[in-house]
């Protein structure tokens, strides 16, 4: 039995689910720098 991780998914294909990581990763990262950007702003 599969064991689907309650973040990614169940993954068939390694490759797809280490390419669906990346997108999210980069998606936090963006989210994050835009946040911390905003934040470094002087008002």
């Known amino acids: 039995t599969e064991q ?3 973040v ?3 993954v068939e294909n390694p490759t ?3 390419e669906k990581r990346k997108q999210l ?3 936090l990262c963006q ?3 835009e946040r911390l950007d905003v934040w470094a ?3």
Do not use: K, V, Y
Request: no cysteine; aromatic share 6%.
């Open 31 to 33: 989210n994050e720098a």
């Open 4 to 6: 689907a991780h309650p």
């Open 16 to 18: 797809i689910g280490r």
């Open 8 to 10: 990614w998914g169940s």
């Open 41 to 43: 702003q002087p008002l």
């Open 25 to 27: 990763l980069l998606m």
